[in-house]
């Protein structure tokens, strides 16, 4: 049923993938975002969204629409849209090509369809729920990892995390094997393909988790928030991806301290 809507994520990606990578690495003016912590933004961002957005407006009259730049429009019907059109605008900003675009698909609340767009890197990850999930076009499964003291942890940065989160963060990388920061979107993907075992973040936004939900349910994986519960648009931005069952559940006990 929803195949055809993470074919027509493909190819928003594939029709935003040249107008991201005109601007990639070119003198760009960026604005700080007061009112999230001074997000940086470049006037890629926004004309990225736009385009994206003027699409699926076009094919999609009914549905509505949850962009970061853009805001709300109709997330009261039954299918938005949720996008953020550079995920990791800091090493977009730096020229580093471990940003993506970011497509995901809500049906009456649950996310039904994802793409993870690596513009600079020509990867794409896609998926929709009781399908497959697709690394450029053939079928990836997470890894069958089991053990915290095994695998490495993997978040984007530590600055994400404070007070109680902080402590939390830091008793879950004293159990595993190694952590590594940095990657963004890129690491839920590299998660769905079996590279990654465990990602642990704080402080997301919607447009920052949802498209990456059926990526990674599809290949076999598990992502919720802290508590085990399912992302929707009102989780508290705290999130934990793993490559199987037993490594969620052992990764949500520590955490809980």
Known sequence: MYKIYQEFAEELATFAKPVVNQYFRTVLEVEDKASMNNTPVTAADKEIERLIRAQIEQRFPDHGIYGEEHGKMGIDRD???????????????LGMPTFGTLIGLMHKGLPVAGVIAMPALGDLWSASSGGSSLFNGSVNKTSTAQNLEEIQLVSTSIDMFDGDDLDAFNRLSDVCKRRRFGGDC?????????????????????YDYIALIPVIEQAGGVISDW???????????????????????????????
Do not use: C
């Not at 299918?79 to 977009?92: E, K, L, R």
């Open 79 to 93: 299918f938005v849209w949720v996008i953020d059109p550079i995920d990791g605008t800091q090493a977009f900003i």
């Open 186 to 206: 890129f690491s839920y993907g590299l998660l769905a393909s079996g590279h990654i075992d465990l990602v642990v973040e704080a402080d997301l936004q919607p």
């Open 227 to 257: 508590d085990g519960h399912p992302l929707h648009l009102g989780s508290d931005g705290r999130v934990v991806a793993a490559a199987t069952r037993q490594l969620h559940e052992s990764a949500l006990k520590v955490l809980a301290g």
